[in-house]
């Protein structure tokens, strides 16, 4: 820690040739370049690990940033919690990364977020603690709600994986749906889930089917789960139901209008009877 002072004491400050006064905004990025898109560190639990920040102020007036860590499966210590920089400069600035001796082995986030004018920027880490891997991915509690196909992704391993999921279906005459969904997560974290839902607007009306989701991902082996449901059309069933029941009692109206045989008989008699009085 005293060598990471020293560094930032004696100013690791680098000229940056881009001058404006109205040009682009402060940047934080992995140092010294700012060339890398992350931090990535690698290393056996108990291991101190070293690198740097670099801050760049492109304007014309010294710029105070604020710099704050978190992170999982890492304690991550600045050289400062904060670094002016002049204008027209890039500091870096030290940190280390010192992994627990009980670090789960596999892939850690961890991340450095600069603040300053209202603004932030997030420096992302990657870490890797060095151990047995396993890519490990379940598909889980598989549901249709209407036209909504819902299901949950969980990584049972240790590594970071990019999911791909693949979503069909098969009614009782053969497939009605086989769909690649968008939206899914670019990285999905060790011990982590996700439920996501698909839309099925062009669902059966009139079907049973079995739905499928299978998961991929590089290095896991693929996951399959499975529901079953009923398409019915209950407001088509309603409305035959309706027009059963007006038609019944339209039945039983006129069933109960008609005179039954004896009362047809005694009225023919009493016809008769009256013509002979006559």
């Given at each position: 820690m005293a060598r990471l002072l020293a560094a930032l004491l004696a100013g690791l400050l680098t000229p940056v040739t881009a001058?404006?006064?109205?040009?682009p905004a402060w940047t934080a990025t992995p140092g010294p370049g700012g060339d890398r898109p992350y931090i990535y560190a690698e290393g056996a639990p108990g291991t101190v690990?070293?690198?740097?920040?670099a801050v760049t102020n492109p304007g014309t007036k010294p710029l105070t940033v604020r710099l704050r860590a978190d992170g999982e499966g890492s304690r991550i210590v600045l050289a400062a919690p904060s670094v002016t920089v002049p204008p027209r400069t890039r500091a870096e600035v030290p940190l280390s990364l010192t992994v627990p001796?009980?670090?789960?082995?596999?892939?850690?986030r961890?991340?450095?977020?600069?603040?300053?004018?209202g603004r932030e920027s997030r420096v992302r880490?990657?870490?890797?603690?060095?151990?047995?891997?396993?890519?490990?991915?379940?598909?889980?509690?598989?549901s249709v709600t209407g036209g909504t196909i819902r299901y949950t992704l969980v990584n049972r391993g240790n590594t970071v994986l990019s999911p791909?999921?693949?979503?069909m279906a098969d009614g009782l005459f053969g497939e009605v749906l086989r769909r690649t969904p968008?939206?899914?997560?670019?990285?999905?974290?060790?011990a982590r889930r996700i439920t996501l839902t698909e839309n099925w607007r062009d669902r059966p009306a009139l079907d049973a089917v079995e739905v499928r989701v299978r998961a991929t991902a590089a290095g896991a082996p693929a996951a399959d789960a499975t529901t079953s449901v009923r398409f019915v059309p209950w407001v088509w069933c309603?409305?035959?139901?309706?027009?059963?029941?007006a038609a019944a009692a339209l039945w039983l109206r006129r069933r109960r209008g008609r005179p039954s045989a004896p009362e047809c008989e005694q009225a023919t008699a009493d016809r008769q009877l009256a013509r002979s009085g006559a």
């Open positions: 001058v404006a006064v109205d040009g690990l070293e690198d740097t920040l001796p009980n670090a789960v082995p596999g892939d850690h961890a991340a450095v977020t600069a603040s300053s004018g880490i990657h870490l890797r603690v060095s151990g047995p891997l396993l890519a490990a991915l379940t598909v889980e509690d598989v791909r999921v693949t979503i968008g939206g899914l997560p670019a990285e999905l974290l060790p309603a409305s035959a139901l309706a027009l059963g029941a």
